[in-house]
Structure formats: structure tokens, C-alpha cells
């Protein structure tokens, strides 16, 4: 684990250099509650499928998301306020059913252009990188499995309260995981393996190192968020326990009109 986290500060410290300065850190202006409605409506496409109570949590959330973070941009990106606005509103995915300010520890944000090895990441739970137009796409046009921004504010609430493996669902589904993926059956869950290829030479064991119960943890919220019905198909008791973290149950969302955005 030492290479990737040489690796992590290098590209960071790199990322720096392309100078971002104090001056670009972006508020993210939110308005009115309705003009907030309305952005997320035509920004967040799962937002248009939930209930108006749950909606409103969402926008909640995005208010008070950038309290005290340092928010830098990459200046290839020309809409950050957009890029804001989705991120936070995927976060609220994972945070808002939280009883704490759960994501007050990320003090650094930082909006990637094409300067990543990797689609993004999060080191221990003060720093996340994410590619700024990946999670624009992923938000206005949900694939199964897919959600950057979930995958990563997902890592930071792991690292806060060490849910992985932390039911009986997260460890039985993990054990059936890699054994399905092993066995190369279909599962619904992105193969954290195949996902991470971009850094594999980094590590001497590179299976042993990315099926861990941690990306795990990560790649089954990306696919509650985003292929619920096919989770709960695949494994009810891992989709139970994942609903019951996250406080929404998603399933019986018409996920074919999701997808078809
Ligand atoms: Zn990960």
C-alpha cells in the first residue's frame, strides 16, 4: 500500500503545481429553493425518480455541503459551478440519511480535468479527487454500477464509521463476490479489479490488493445508487443492509427510464 499512497501525494503535489491558488475556490451559489429544484432536475437524473421528501433532503444536503471545504478547479473546466452542484447532490446519496455532519472532514476537493491516472479517489477522509466531467455525465446519465462520486464519498464514510464488513450482508456478499467474480458469474456489482487496471503495476499482487471488503464496500453503494433493482435480485440480504445504511429503498424504481435518459 505504500507505492499508491507515493503515488496519491505524487499526483497531488503535481496537481498543485499546475497552480491552483487560494483565489479558486468556488461557493457554490445555490438561490432559491426552487431555482435549486430546478437545477438538479435537469443535473441529477435519479433526482427526477424520488419522492418530494427525499428531494428536499437532497437540496438540504447541497446547502450546507461546502462548508468549509477548499474547492480547487482545474481551469480546463469550464462549468465548475455545475460540477459542484452534481457533486454534492451524489453525496447527499450517501450522507444525508447520516445523523452527523458526515462529510465535514473532506477539507479538499479538487476538480480534475484529464490529469488523473485514475477516475478519482480519496485519501483517508480530508481529500477527494474526482474527473470533473465524469461525474457531470454519470449524474445526468446513470449506467448500471457506475457513480464516481458515490464510489468515493462512499470510501469516506467507510473510513469514518468501518462499515465494510460490518453486517452480516457486507461480509457474506463480499465472500459470494469475489467467488462469483472468481468463477466469472455475472454479478451487478463492478469488478474492483478490472475498475482499478489503470494503477495495477503499482502493486506486486494486484487482485489480492483491489478485492478488499473496502472497494467492495464502495462498488456495491455505486450499484444500490444506480442498478437497485438487479442488487436486490442478486443478493436481498446485501441490499437490505446497504438500504438500511443509506436510508432509501430504491429498488422498485422504474430503472429502465432511469437509464434511458
Ligand atoms: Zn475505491
Known amino acids: 500500500m505504500r507505492k499508491l499512497l507515493y503515488r496519491i501525494l505524487a499526483g497531488w ?11 479558486s475556490s468556488v461557493p457554490l451559489n445555490t438561490g432559491r429553493d426552487a431555482d435549486l429544484h430546478r437545477k438538479l432536475q435537469s443535473r441529477m437524473r435519479l433526482y427526477t425518480f424520488l419522492a418530494d421528501h427525499e428531494q428536499a433532503v437532497i437540496r438540504d444536503f447541497v446547502r450546507q455541503f461546502y462548508e468549509g471545504k477548499h474547492v480547487y478547479a482545474h481551469p480546463d473546466i469550464t462549468d465548475v ?4 452542484l452534481v457533486i454534492a447532490a451524489n453525496a447527499a446519496l450517501v450522507g444525508a440519511a447520516q445523523k452527523t455532519h458526515c462529510f465535514s472532514s473532506v477539507k479538499w476537493l479538487y476538480l480534475c480535468a484529464d490529469d488523473l491516472d485514475v477516475d478519482g479517489d480519496a485519501y483517508e477522509s480530508s481529500t477527494v479527487r474526482l474527473d470533473s466531467d465524469l461525474c457531470v455525465e454519470e ?10 462520486v458515490v464510489h468515493e464519498f462512499s470510501h469516506i464514510l467507510d473510513a469514518q464509521f468501518g462499515l465494510s464488513s460490518s453486517t452480516p450482508g457486507l461480509r457474506e ?21 478490472t475498475d482499478t487496471a489503470a494503477i495495477e503495476p503499482l502493486f506486486d499482487s494486484p487482485d489480492a490488493a483491489f478485492h478488499t471488503d473496502v472497494e467492495f464496500f464502495a462498488t456495491a453503494s455505486e450499484a444500490f445508487f444506480t442498478n437497485a433493482r438487479e442488487l436486490r435480485q442478486y443478493n436481498p440480504e446485501l441490499y437490505a443492509d446497504l438500504s438500511s445504511i443509506y436510508g432509501l429503498d430504491l429498488a422498485d424504481l422504474d430503472w429502465q427510464a432511469i437509464w434511458n435518459a
Do not use: K, M
Open 13 to 23: 503535489f503535481g496537481y498543485t503545481g499546475t497552480n491552483p491558488n487560494p483565489e
Open 81 to 84: 459551478e455545475d460540477a459542484l
Open 139 to 148: 449524474s445526468r446519465h446513470p449506467r448500471p454500477g457506475e457513480n464516481l
Open 173 to 193: 456478499g463480499f465472500e459470494r463476490y469475489v467467488d462469483d467474480i472468481q468463477q466469472g458469474r455475472w454479478v451487478p456489482i463492478a469488478d474492483c479489479f
